[in-house]
């Protein structure tokens, strides 16, 4: 903890909303798993927290460590690229899946497979 | 004598480097030229070191191999070794050159020349052994070889079962000769051949003589076809007739003798060690000599008289006199060179007139007369007839004989069956010679015989003249090699013998006629009987082969079958019942001792126990699901490893976590893979019935026994104060021994390195077993159907149909494979820094080598197998070749180095662009286990992919109709 006591107060304040905003977000999110009632509205809740949960935690990494080391801590965007990149990856796959069910079941309601396949 | 130390280590080198050298061979010349170089090259050392070793040097070279152990490699050198060497040498000359006109050139050489001479240097290691470990290494080697050579034409059945019968017996005599090698050890505290030669008197009044003995004798009498194993010679002449030549009479078989001489200063002059040389020799001579006489085929005559004649030598060894030693070793060369010219001029009959049956052979002085005559030179030596070489070793035999004294009807017996056997052999010998050389010219051979090549014949010439030589002037052609031999056996003690044609009108000359007289009437009488017959008189019905068969199949058929009808195992679980039960009992008896005594655990930290609530949470789920619904089962297991890898992260040891985190991730995949060809739920099958419900309780009751037995180990182990271990030494070298600041690594890849190299090598081995397993597996007939859900959308969704087997469905995957192609670049970069700071930095080659594969498995479930294979060249096999090859080679270099295998050498330099560097050779070694890793991830994968992709035999793919 001895580190962190060398950050300016406002910067620690920021850090520390960041921080704390990004936990909630990824709670809510959490929450939003076990609430919802259709897999479709499902589905969405956690990309809360991947998306601007990790940007919260990510802006809140730079900065501090920014400050603390000499120069700017950039390395961590990477990871918020990364996970930019590959959070959709599963979440398409598993509401695809939902989806390929659903038509086969033959569940009203449902928009079409796919537009252009179809033909 | 340093001068002649150092060409000892080459010697025994040479036949292996020509064994490889001949295996590649270019295809212009012929490969017989290596094997006939390398015998003349190997007679030249011998010959340069022949006035040492005929004045009773020794030549010696030593090389610690295993220290702490006390196995050195050793060379010892002596008349014995020398004169068993120039037997190597010298018939392999004889039999490379025959060989060359006798195999046909279209046969697989290379195989046939790359084992002979793998064979000469196996029986030179017998030979030259100056330790009694490395003794049985090369004993082993040669069995192998052999196995090998009569398994030549592999094509043929009998040939099979002749290669294995002698692997098997030979093999079998090997491990007990190893057991009575390890006695010895221990007996005379050290395997050196000289300290146990040195300690006959210890070892003669050791309480463990006995069992020594026998196990040698084992291991000699099985080597040397001797009674009761001498079966497997006679069906090991399905080899091609040069390596029934060289190995099965004038070399391999007499390793067995050439082991009792070693061992006869040490081991010889007991009663125990007449009654069992002894017996075995006289059962064998007088056994061999009765059915050869019977025999039609005149490879099977060889291969009895071989039996014979070695039974001969082995009784004379057994009689524990000095002259016996003499006469033994004097037959010893006498045999093997009428012997292996009698087997050549039996393999150049069968190669001009196409049998080897001697009811269609006749009349062959005619028409091969100068094959004829060499080998009726051949055959009245191995009748004994005056003049030969023969003759004099009979004598030698008879004067034996008569030197017996253990007691009254003991010697009478041995004189008489001497006789008899004697008489037998030139029975034998006059039904072969008569049978193939005179009469009328047969015209029932399939071929019209002729003269063979003249290269044929000379290597069969020079050991008929040999035989003429041996038998005119005795005393001057072998009278020195045989009394250096005899004096490195015997030592100063060598008994009063000469070596005359001529000794004067004795007990012997009268044993000899009458031996020959018995043997001339027996043949005239019995001539038409045995031209008829087809069996062995007598004995037939009891044949020590038919009771080996029925030995195998008792231990491969009616033993398992029996052990299976009493413990019937039809069931896994019955299996997993039992051996779960064992341990768990085993491992209460030790757990009791702690169960008063266990610590309580200090502060709980609630972070990680909340965590590890989640993890158990997930694995008994996992267990719960386990039967029917695998997915979930699948998806649970996988939590409760990243409970593991979290767990890691939380105790601050990166490394495992990563590795763990990829181990998960790769394991999960495939098992995923293997899911697909599970057997379905058959719905209704399983009723809730008491019995059922019994068996559960049960089996949770097993398991929460072995489950808990497990984490109390761990719980105990952990709060147990640790020792002083090798840990700290660990921490505390790492930087400056090893050059690198992460211990997890530097141990891996420095410190415990060889463990290493021996984990990637079972890896690589179990990958490709995997491999050799999966690649004719076809999954069973009730998974064979589509997945029911794409089943559903047939004929309905055409979108819910692949393109071909093994692509991914078309509209599912768009995006995700787009997204995957644009990340792959940047996992397989990061792959290449986890190794690249791998010794410094949490990463390492292992970690590594799993991410590169990581994100080849996800390559290919974004786009599908075929489309990867046909993008990435990816040659699993390649890369553990290289990997393994070059992590050994980073071991080798360090010895190159004058350094112990695998040293690392670390330091720092400064590179251009990049600055500083510091660099450790364990990085190459670290590269090593990457390839490997990735390889064998790599090769399971695929052949886990490909399951999906391959139609099973027989079935036509009707699912997956072709989109047209």
């Known amino acids: 903890m001895n580190a962190l006591q060398q950050l300016p107060s406002w910067a620690a304040v920021l850090v520390a909303g960041l921080a704390l905003m990004s936990a909630v977000l ?46 700017l801590a950039v390395r961590a965007l990477l990871i918020g690229v990364l996970l930019l990149v590959t959070a959709p990856i599963g979440l398409l796959l598993v509401v695809r899946a939902a989806l390929a069910r659903d038509h086969l079941a033959g569940t009203p309601g449902i928009p079409p497979w796919d537009d252009d396949l179809e033909e | 004598m340093d001068w002649s130390h150092a060409p000892a280590v080459w010697l025994i080198l040479l036949p292996f480097v020509a064994s490889g050298l001949a295996a590649i061979w270019p295809r212009r010349w012929h490969p017989g030229y290596v094997m006939t170089g390398t015998g003349a090259l190997g007679l030249a050392v011998l010959g340069w070191w022949a006035p040492g070793l005929l004045d009773g040097e020794v030549v010696r070279w030593q090389h610690a191999w295993m220290p702490a152990l006390g196995l050195d490699f050793s060379l010892y050198i002596d008349g014995l070794a020398a004169l068993f060497a120039l037997l190597v040498f010298g018939i392999g000359i004889l039999v490379a050159i025959y060989a060359r006109y006798y195999m046909p050139a279209h046969y697989p050489l290379k195989r046939f020349y790359t084992l002979m001479l793998a064979f000469m240097g196996a029986m030179l290691g017998i030979v030259m052994a100056g330790n009694v470990i490395q003794l049985v290494f090369f004993w082993e080697l040669t ?69 020594t003995l026998v196990l040698i004798l084992l291991g000699a009498l099985s080597k040397s076809a001797q009674f009761p194993f001498h079966f497997w010679l006679p069906q090991a002449m399905s080899a091609p007739t040069p390596v029934s030549a060289y190995l099965h009479s004038a070399t391999m078989v007499k390793a067995g003798v050439f082991l009792l001489l070693r061992f006869w200063p040490v081991l010889a002059g007991t009663d125990a060690w007449f009654w069992g040389v002894g017996t075995a020799g006289l059962v064998s001579l007088l056994l061999g000599a009765w059915i050869a006489t019977f025999q039609q085929d005149l490879k099977a005559i060889l291969a009895y008289s071989t039996i014979s004649h070695l039974g001969l030598i082995m009784m004379m060894v057994g009689f524990g006199s000095t002259l016996g030693v003499v006469a033994a070793l004097f037959h010893v060369i006498n045999h093997a060179t009428f012997k292996a010219s009698l087997f050549m001029a039996a393999g150049a009959i069968d190669h001009e007139a196409g049998t ?36 004099l070793s009979k004598e030698m035999f008879f004067a034996v004989t008569l030197g017996s004294d253990y007691g009254t009807w003991v010697d009478t017996g041995v004189v008489l069956f001497a006789v008899l056997a004697a008489g037998l052999s030139v029975a034998y010998s006059l039904r072969l010679l008569v049978g193939t050389f005179f009469g009328p010219v047969s015209l029932d051979s399939p071929r019209s015989p002729g003269e063979p090549p003249r290269w044929m014949r000379v290597p069969i010439a020079l050991l008929s003249l040999l035989c003429l030589l041996v038998g005119i002037l005795p005393a001057r052609v072998v009278g020195p090699v045989l009394h250096a031999a005899a004096a490195a056996v015997l030592g100063a003690e060598l008994p009063v013998y000469s070596l005359q044609l001529w000794h004067g009108f004795t007990w012997p000359l009268v044993m000899s006629i009458a031996a020959f007289a018995s043997g001339c009437v027996f043949y005239v009488v019995t001539r038409s009987y045995l031209a008829e017959r087809e069996a062995t008189a007598w004995i037939a019905p009891v044949s020590a082969r038919r009771v080996f068969e029925w030995v195998m199949v008792m231990l491969t058929e009616t033993l398992p079958r029996w052990q299976q009808a009493v413990f019937p195992a039809r069931h896994l679980q019955v299996q997993l019942r039992v051996l779960f039960g064992m341990a768990a009992g085993v491992a209460a008896l030790v757990l009791v001792q702690f169960a008063w005594q266990v610590p309580a655990p200090g502060r709980i930290d609630v972070g990680l126990a909340v965590l590890w609530l989640v993890g158990s949470g997930c694995a008994i789920g996992a267990a719960r699901q386990a039967k029917f619904h695998r997915m979930t089962a699948l998806m649970l297991s996988g939590g409760a490893g990243l409970a593991v890898a979290i767990t890691f992260v939380w105790l601050s040891a990166p490394d495992l976590a990563a590795t763990q985190l990829l181990v998960e991730s790769v394991t999960t995949v495939l098992l995923l893979l ?19 419900r019994r068996r559960r309780l049960g089996d949770f009751l097993i398991a929460s026994v072995a489950g808990g037995g497990m984490g109390m180990l761990a719980y105990l182990a952990m709060l147990h104060p640790l020792p002083d271990a090798v840990s700290r030494f660990f921490i505390e070298n790492a930087l400056p021994g090893g050059g690198g600041r992460n211990v997890v690594n530097v141990i891996l890849v420095d410190f415990r390195s060889f463990d290493t190299l021996g984990e990637i090598t079972v890896l690589a081995i179990v990958a490709l077993s995997i491999y050799g397993v999966l690649r004719r597996f076809r999954p069973a007939n009730e998974s064979l159907g589509t997945p029911h859900l794409r089943l559903q959308a047939k004929g309905g969704d055409p979108a819910m149909r692949p393109a071909h087997p093994g692509a991914t469905l078309p509209g599912f995957m768009a995006v995700p494979a787009r997204l995957v192609l644009l990340v792959s670049p940047f996992a397989l970069l990061f792959a290449v820094h986890l190794l690249v700071r791998g010794h410094n930095l949490p990463g390492g080659g292992f970690v590594a080598g799993l991410a590169v594969t990581l994100v080849l498995i996800v390559l290919c479930m974004a786009r599908g197998v075929r489309w990867v294979e046909a993008r990435v060249r990816v040659a699993p096999l390649r890369w553990i070749a290289f990997g393994w090859l070059l992590a050994l080679a980073t071991g080798t270099g360090a010895m190159l180095l004058g350094r112990p295998f695998l040293t690392s050498w670390h330091g720092s330099g400064t590179l251009p662009v990049l600055g500083t560097w510091h660099f450790a050779s364990a990085l190459f070694f670290d590269l090593g286990v990457f390839a490997v890793v990735v390889g064998v991830a790599t090769l399971i994968l695929i052949a886990l992919a490909h399951q999906s992709v391959r139609a099973p035999i027989g079935v036509v793919r009707h699912d997956d109709t072709e989109p047209t």
Not at chain 1, 41 to 47: I, N
Not at chain 2, 674 to 680: C, E, Q, S, V
């Open chain 2, 674 to 692: 293997g899911l697909r060809w599970l057997p379905k739920r058959i719905p209704g099958l399983v009723r809730s019935s008491p019995r059922t």
């Open chain 2, 143 to 211: 069995s192998l070889v052999s196995f090998l050579l009569i398994g030549y034409w592999h094509q043929g059945e009998s040939a099979r079962d002749a290669a294995r019968t002698a692997l098997i017996v030979t093999g079998g005599g090997g491990l007990c000769l190893l057991g009575g090698a390890l006695l010895l050890g221990h007996i005379v505290g050290s395997y050196d051949l000289g300290a146990i030669l040195a300690s006959g008197d210890t070892i003669r009044n050791s309480p463990l003589y006995e069992v």
């Open chain 1, 26 to 71: 990824a709670f809510s999110g959490s929450l939003g798993l076990l609430r919802f009632r259709a897999f479709y509205q499902r589905a969405h809740a956690p990309t809360l927290g991947t998306t601007a949960g990790v940007a919260c935690m990510v802006g809140a990494v730079v900065l501090c460590f920014s400050l603390l080391q000499d120069g």
């Open chain 2, 356 to 391: 080897r049956d001697l009811r269609r052979l006749g009349g062959l002085r005619r028409l091969m007369p100068i094959t004829a005559t060499l080998a009726l030179i051949s055959g009245a030596a191995m009748a004994g007839v005056p003049l030969l070489n023969g003759f």
